[in-house]
């Protein structure tokens, strides 16, 4: 199980990603992404159905590869590098539920003034 209060950062890798590569492969797509440091990071990768994610969790340690699938539904994925958004905790928690994660904008409120 992952304990995602540990985790620094966490990266989506947009686009199909073939899961029949291992974890050397995967880690270079992860260097590709950020470059390899001492943080406690997590790549996720997705299939072309969009129903497969490997998460490719490195630490200090060493690295973790994990497969989440789905039955019924599919991953809301970012099929390219401008729909890929940074996520935070709760929206992987979402992610990893099958559920579609949401960008949520902070929405400025104009304060009205009664006279």
């Not at 950062?9 to 947009?14: D, V």
């Not at 904008?105 to 009664?114: A, D, F, G, L, Y």
């Given at each position: 199980m992952i304990d995602l209060s540990t985790i620094?950062?966490?990266?989506?890798?947009?686009?199909v990603t073939d899961l029949r590569k291992g974890r050397n492969s995967l880690r270079h797509m992860a260097y590709e992404i950020s470059k390899d440091d001492n943080q406690h990071k997590l790549f996720l990768f997705c299939n072309r159905k969009t129903n497969l994610i490997k998460i490719y969790e490195k630490d200090e340690n060493g690295v973790r590869v994990y497969i989440r699938s789905l039955d019924e539904s599919r991953f809301g994925w970012p099929r390219d590098i401008n729909e890929a958004k940074l996520i935070n905790r709760s929206q992987l928690e979402w992610l990893l539920k099958g559920l579609k994660y949401i960008k949520f904008?902070?929405?400025?409120?104009?304060?009205?003034?009664?006279f």
């Open positions: 620094d950062h966490i990266f989506l890798y947009p686009g904008e902070e929405k400025t409120t104009k304060e009205k003034v009664i």
